[in-house]
């Protein structure tokens, strides 16, 4: 889980974005709760950001609330939905299917965000033809090809950390521009490819250094 | 895996410690493999990290290398190991056992940072007496004196995010100073406390978010 994101020259920022996310959420909470009208006060309320704050957020993406009224719920999760992308489907493709490739290519989480793990790869011949999670492992050798010919964008990266930069190169060589990287190791990659670094062992390593302090 | 971190007055930052847990995993890989006797170059080649970062990092703890000579690999685990804190086990504690917290309970992972999910806590009533992942849920009720008088310092909580901050400041109430955050919820609290946040879902709007720009 430790965080490195380039957002090159967005005039948004990275923790914007992460905020819509919440408001969406906190959206899709109270629809299910029956709620049709919040207010900014209502909405912000349970998220430690000001009422304040998510106007300006929203005004961003050109601000479709109206003052003195509210905000319509189903609308504010369509716009909100809309300027995140994730109304449409997302074909992606992960490299590396050892066991935490394994395990992602099973997790069911990313259908909610219309997320589809297209095409999976691996180095290890003898896995080749083989599936996992209902998908069937293509060697790497034929990366760059498949995400090239289906325009992909996104990718997963779980593979040993030795061969992670080599392999996030290449990804962004064939027209990836955003990384979801598991292996424990720092990327290095152009300003204009979005790289979030997900890693449970130093994350619980800095827990355990900070509570050491104490 | 969105991350907000307050280290506080510490002179060391987040990132250095991030570093160290690189270091040490690179430590062990290269044990496992036969090597005793490494240079801050070759330790780092496969990081991205530059050897001088290294060294300096390593000297914020007090630089136990030689200048060409090398590091000797089982006693930079040792240091490594030690500065971090991961050489003596951690009891914690886990608040939430809906579905993302009954599955930390199960994970096994934990034990290689010899990290101990010691006592889950629920505020539902029916659950307690329970077991999840050999794990016996206790009431909320018990938190604050369990935590006290166990002196236990790192908490995860997994609640659903309207409860989140509430939990959050009971727990550094208790004495808790890190906290892995799972729950969709920017918390407020006290600067000397760590706070890591893990959100898989504002993770991938996010990658889908810059995809898209695309």
């Known amino acids: 889980m430790n965080k490195k994101i380039n ?6 920022s990275s923790e914007t974005i992460k905020r819509l996310s919440l408001y969406l959420r906190n959206s899709k909470r109270l629809k299910s709760q029956g709620v049709d009208v919040i207010s900014s006060d209502k909405l912000t309320e349970l998220l430690n950001v000001t009422p304040e704050q998510f106007r300006k957020d929203l005004s961003c993406f050109g601000g479709f609330g109206k003052r003195g009224v509210g905000y319509n719920v189903e609308r504010l999760i369509d716009e909100i939905e809309s300027i995140l992308g994730v109304n ?3 074909d992606i493709v992960l490299v590396g299917t050892g066991k935490l490739g394994s395990a992602l290519l099973g997790f069911e989480g990313f259908s909610q965000f219309n997320i589809k793990i297209k095409y999976a790869f691996d180095s290890d011949e003898s896995k080749v033809g083989k599936s996992r ?3 069937k492992i293509d060697s790497i050798k034929n990366m760059k090809r498949i ?3 289906e325009n992909i964008k996104i990718a997963l990266i779980s593979t ?4 992670a930069q080599e392999v996030a190169s290449k990804l962004v060589d064939s027209g990836i521009k955003s990384i ?6 720092i990327l290095n990659l152009p300003e204009d490819v979005l790289v979030s670094n997900v890693d449970m062992a130093s994350e619980l390593e800095s827990l355990i250094f900070f509570a050491k302090q104490k």
């Open 147 to 149: 995400i090239k010919s």
């Open 160 to 163: 040993p950390p030795d061969v």
């Open 133 to 135: 999670g209902g998908v």
């Open 88 to 90: 449409q489907q997302w």
């Open 180 to 185: 979801l990287n598991f292996a424990p190791r």
């Open 7 to 12: 957002l090159g020259k967005k005039h948004f």
